[in-house]
T-cell receptor, first 115, second 111 residues
Framework: KAGVTQTPRYLIKTRGQQVTLSCSPI?????VSWYQQTPGQGLQFLFEYFSETQRNKGNFPGRFSGRQFSNSRSEMNVSTLELGDSALYLCASSLGPGTNTGELFFGEGSRLTVL | GESVGLHLPTLSVQEGDNSIINCAYSNSASDYFIWYKQESGKGPQFIID?????DKRQGQRVTVLLNKTVKHLSLQIAATQPGDSAVYFCGVTGGGNKLTFGTGTQLKVEL
């Protein structure tokens, strides 16, 4: 069974640009959540999607957005990139609501560097 | 909101010894308390969870203890192996799949 797949794995952007990251959850998983990981702030929750609807959102500015497609695949977008957006962006999947014991399956992340 | 911290940024143990990683939290309303492991270059991997109405849970070579009185969570790893070297995060659930994580403890296993 394939794990959570994130693309691209690495990317470099410049300030002011925008970026789109993609996540394919484990087959059968319908909930996808996104996390940002930085050395200073650690792992921080961005948002969660289920059935193409955003169910939960973290404390990030509106430049961070996401969506989920009918096949459960998800994308997140960051517009007007800032240096501080440099981070590892992690996608995690789970079966869906009602299974929120805290067990999520994470991908290996997309490493974004903003110059 | 939730706040989760870890007591030590780094922990070094000898191979074969037991490891204890500690964590403190501030929000008592969380349903589950969790531990994740992250190896270099990989995403976090779920280790074990404990429901808020329990005080101890055992897995394979791991035991999680929850002390709600002092808001303290710990992960014990028995017979620590080189493959256990990683960063360990404690966390709490906060509705849906929103997890709040601590800052992490780097576990180094010395041969």
């Amino acid at each position: 069974k394939a794990g959570v797949t994130q693309t691209p794995r690495y990317l470099i952007k410049t300030r002011g640009q925008q970026v789109t990251l993609s996540c394919s959850p484990i087959s059968g998983h319908r909930s996808v959540s996104w996390y940002q990981q930085t050395p200073g702030q650690g792992l921080q929750f961005l948002f969660e999607y289920f059935s193409e609807t955003q169910r939960n959102k973290g404390n990030f500015p509106g430049r961070f957005s996401g969506r989920q497609f009918s096949n459960s695949r998800s994308e997140m977008n960051v517009s007007t990139l800032e240096l501080g957006d440099s981070a590892l962006y992690l996608c995690a999947s789970s079966l869906g609501p009602g299974t929120n014991t805290g067990e999520l399956f994470f991908g290996e992340g997309s490493r974004l560097t903003v110059l | 909101g939730e706040s989760v911290g870890l007591h030590l940024p780094t922990l070094s143990v000898q191979e074969g010894d037991n490891s204890i990683i500690n964590c403190a939290y501030s929000n008592s309303a969380s349903d589950y308390f969790i531990w994740y492991k992250q190896e270099s270059g990989k995403g976090p991997q779920f280790i074990i969870d404990i429901r808020s109405n329990m005080d101890k849970r055992q897995g394979q070579r791991v035991t999680v203890l929850l002390n709600k009185t002092v808001k303290h969570l710990s992960l014990q790893i028995a017979a620590t192996q080189p493959g256990d070297s990683a960063v360990y995060f404690c966390g709490v659930t906060g509705g849906g799949n929103k997890l709040t994580f601590g800052t992490g403890t780097q576990l180094k296993v010395e041969l």
